[in-house]
């Protein structure tokens, strides 16, 4: 059970009028001013690093080899949830061939679209690095909740109550519910209320020093689910063991 301080936010989840919940907006920006400004300089500074000192050399052998494994557009592009609830267009790697189902199927595991260099991809996060020109032009952040398919953002939230909190920060590359264990598709409520529980916890409570420590557990772990990746081992971790392995990591 997770514990969080009491914020003016909260008051967002159960909406009495629209004078409170604006009250509670400005609040919320004007208490966290001099964290978002130092948040912004640090994406822009980390996220021009990475494109020039990495993707400058693996866009275009990533894109080669993409285009030799199937047809297709080497960037999937599509339409996520930003910051208060805007939408924007979402920078992968194509993981998949070209379907009709993209923008309404989330992939399941052993999913018949991914392709083979999709699958390398994806078991490794990099399909997510072209989201660092995302961040660089101000759409996403490197820590925050994970932008959401419109779709699944209104879907979630006939389930979940409060559940669009998450969006008043930007998306992140990585977030608090990521270095917690879930990653992938959302199989059912519980995956789904175990995120929002991150999620709302990590709008609650965002700092610099937080933010800092989800990029170091990232690293860390992806780092690690790599090396295992070519040690033959990735088909036996699951999530549950992937979530022990970092439980208590961030508390």
Same mark, same amino acid.
């Given at each position: ?14 909406k009495?009028d629209?004078a409170s919940?604006t009250?509670?907006? #400005?609040?919320?920006i004007?208490?966290?001013?001099s =964290?978002f400004?130092?948040k912004?300089?640090f994406d ?7 494109? *020039?000192? $990495?993707l400058s050399? $693996? ?8 285009k030799l +494994?199937s047809s297709?557009?080497?960037?999937f592009?599509?339409?996520r949830?930003g #910051?208060?609830g805007?939408? $924007? ?5 194509r993981?998949?061939i ?7 199927k989330?992939?399941s595991?052993?999913d018949a679209r991914?392709?083979?260099v999709?699958k390398?991809l #994806?078991?490794t996060?990099? +399909?997510?690095?072209p989201?660092? @020109?995302?961040? !660089?032009?101000?759409h996403?952040s490197? *820590?925050?909740?994970r932008?959401h398919m419109?779709a +699944?953002c209104n879907k !979630? ?5 409060g559940y669009?909190?998450?969006?008043? *920060?930007k998306p ?7 270095v917690k264990? !879930?990653r992938?598709?959302t199989?059912d409520f519980?995956s789904? !209320?175990?995120r =929002?529980?991150?999620?709302s @916890? =990590? *709008?609650?409570?965002?700092n ?18 790599i090396l295992?990746i ?5 088909d036996?971790i699951?999530?549950?063991e992937w979530?022990?392995s970092v ?5």
């Amino acid at each position: 059970m997770i514990k969080t301080p009491i914020s003016k936010v909260q008051s967002l989840e159960t909406k009495p009028d629209a004078a409170s919940e604006t009250i509670a907006l #400005r609040s919320f920006i004007a208490e966290k001013f001099s =964290y978002f400004f130092l948040k912004r300089a640090f994406d822009i500074i980390v996220s021009l690093l990475v494109i *020039v000192l $990495f993707l400058s050399w $693996f866009l275009p052998l990533a894109a080669l080899l993409i285009k030799l +494994d199937s047809s297709g557009p080497v960037f999937f592009i599509q339409r996520r949830v930003g #910051r208060w609830g805007r939408s $924007f267009r979402c920078f992968k790697f194509r993981t998949m061939i070209v379907n009709e189902d993209a923008n309404v199927k989330q992939a399941s595991e052993n999913d018949a679209r991914i392709t083979r260099v999709g699958k390398f991809l #994806r078991k490794t996060n990099l +399909d997510e690095f072209p989201q660092f @020109f995302n961040v !660089f032009l101000g759409h996403m952040s490197l *820590v925050g909740p994970r932008p959401h398919m419109h779709a +699944d953002c209104n879907k !979630f939230s006939e389930h979940v109550s409060g559940y669009k909190i998450r969006n008043l *920060v930007k998306p992140g590359i990585t977030g608090l519910a990521q270095v917690k264990g !879930f990653r992938g598709p959302t199989k059912d409520f519980e995956s789904i !209320f175990h995120r =929002y529980q991150f999620d709302s @916890f =990590y *709008v609650r409570n965002a700092n610099f020093w937080l933010d800092l420590r989800i990029i170091r557990k990232t690293a860390a772990q992806t780092i690690g689910h790599i090396l295992r990746i070519f040690r033959g081992k990735t088909d036996s971790i699951s999530v549950r063991e992937w979530t022990t392995s970092v439980n208590g990591s961030l508390n």
